[in-house]
């Protein structure tokens, strides 16, 4: 039940390509004619969506994981210590 809670909350075209191909079993190349999209399109559309729903399935570790953001600092205090 997660699974499918996480699938709906997916982009439509996420959530297509992970339908067509998990519980449909259409291959890439019918996934890419019913589509009217390039096969690479398929593969690309199906990475971004299963990496979408890891993340959704896996929200505490992703709360764990430290911020990038953290260790940015202001354009000025960059500024500042370049000029010195």
């Given amino acids: 039940m997660d699974i499918l809670a ?3 909350t997916l982009p439509a075209i ?3 390509a992970l339908t067509l191909f998990y519980f449909e ?3 890439v190349a019918e996934m890419a004619l019913a589509l009217d999209v390039a096969p690479g399109t398929v593969l690309s ?3 971004r ?3 979408a729903l890891r993340r959704r399935m896996q929200p505490t570790a ?3 994981e430290p911020s990038a953001r953290v260790l ?3 354009a ?8 010195e």
């Fill in 6 to 8: 996480a699938l709906q």
């Fill in 14 to 16: 996420h959530r297509e």
């Fill in 25 to 27: 079993d259409m291959p």
């Fill in 45 to 47: 559309r199906l990475d």
């Fill in 49 to 51: 969506a299963r990496d």
């Fill in 62 to 64: 992703a709360a764990a």
């Fill in 72 to 74: 940015e600092f202001p």
């Fill in 76 to 83: 000025a205090v960059n500024r500042s210590t370049r000029d």
